[in-house]
């Protein structure tokens, strides 16, 4: 097998195209098995760095090829290792860079790029990578990068970048991933807040993933001493008003509070629909706002008590039923304390 991943890799390296495209599809295929997976681990020290090199060849069909190669084996613990010492996030990073400021269209494929990113990016060590730490000015430059990629307003350019939405996420973990999307005013999550309301047609996928990042930036908030910033950029309001844009017509009215136009569909109506995947993300992050008392008197102001009482009466979800009681535990506990005035109302026990 040594000499047949020898002869493979030799073929990768051909200065003819035709021969680089079918040997670098048979590499491609092989990471469709375990075993085929495992065949190009072993040969992973002369054929990753190969690899790397051909996200650079001048044949699309050839960087398609090796770009699925390493969506697939980024999925394997043990090869995302191997690629990560290798710098593959770095080698991407160079290649999208480059086509920013040549006009060009990334890879070529970005939504294989996003995917691959995607998957590295579960890993601290290329969240590290990706977001450029100790190098100065560099330091979260990419995570604009990222934001602006997935700002488009055709549609099937939105669904190609989807994974995209899933980077972010995954970087914003990190402090210095959530201080990229708040610096220069929280220019960057207030773009995210336009592009995660339903006025945008998009995957579940890219929504959620949207809304995943607005709970990593709530819960950091506290530890990383950015609460007057999240306040700012308008994010608790872009939250709240995607959990009243999925309540009911009648529940809106009861509520006496207007739809936010973030929250508004394509026709221009409320347009509610947020998956539990969505409601339980945005949730916990007003969970984790709750629990501070500068961001829980924006939220005593936003009527959010009210707008959670109204959530919990038509919730299905279990667990997102459990997020709404402790949220309101906290209310209940702190009514009376935060200095909120009669015109907020009070709040019940949810049981």
Excluded at 224 to 234: A, C, E, K, W
Aim: hydrophobic fraction near 40%.
């Amino acid at each position: 097998m040594e000499d047949f991943m020898d002869e493979l890799i030799g073929l990768l390296e051909d200065k003819k195209e035709e021969v680089r495209v079918e040997a670098s599809t048979a590499v491609a295929g092989l990471t469709g098995s375990v075993d085929g997976k495992k065949l190009l681990q072993t040969s992973g020290s002369k054929l990753f760095p190969v690899l790397l090199r051909l996200l650079h060849d001048e044949s699309a069909k050839v960087t398609a090829q090796v770009y699925a190669t390493l969506v697939n084996l980024s999925l394997d613990e043990g090869a995302c290792r191997q690629l990560l010492t290798l710098g593959v996030v770095e080698r991407v990073m160079e290649i999208l860079r480059g086509s920013s400021k040549t006009g060009g269209d990334a890879s070529g494929d970005l939504q294989l790029t996003a995917k691959l990113l995607s998957n590295l990016t579960l890993h601290q060590e290329a969240i590290e990578q990706l977001l450029q730490k100790g190098k100065g000015p560099l330091e979260g430059y990419f995570v604009s990068w990222i934001v602006s990629a997935i700002v488009t307003e055709d549609r099937v350019k939105r669904d190609e970048r989807e994974y995209f939405a899933g980077v972010l996420t995954n970087v914003s973990q990190d402090k210095v991933g959530r201080a990229a999307l708040l610096d220069s005013s929280g220019a960057n999550l207030k773009v995210l807040s336009e592009e995660v309301g339903p006025s945008k047609a998009q995957s579940a996928l890219r929504r959620e993933s949207l809304c995943r990042v607005f709970r990593n930036v709530f819960m950091g908030c506290v530890k990383d001493g950015t609460v007057p910033l999240v306040i700012d950029s308008g994010a608790i309001d872009t939250s709240v008003g995607l959990l009243i844009g999925s309540l009911g017509s009648e529940e809106r009215k009861a509520l006496d509070t207007a739809v936010p136009s973030l929250a508004l569909g394509e026709d221009g109506g409320a347009a509610g629909g947020l998956t539990v995947a969505c409601r339980r993300a945005l949730l916990e992050g007003i969970l984790c706002l709750a629990e501070e008392e500068e961001a829980r008197k924006v939220l005593w102001k936003g009527k959010v008590p009210e707008i959670l009482q109204k959530l919990y009466e038509n919730e299905t979800d279990e667990e997102v039923n459990e997020i709404l009681e402790r949220c309101a535990d906290i209310f209940i506990s702190n009514q009376g304390s935060d200095g909120e005035d009669d015109a907020v109302g009070t709040v019940e026990e949810m049981d």
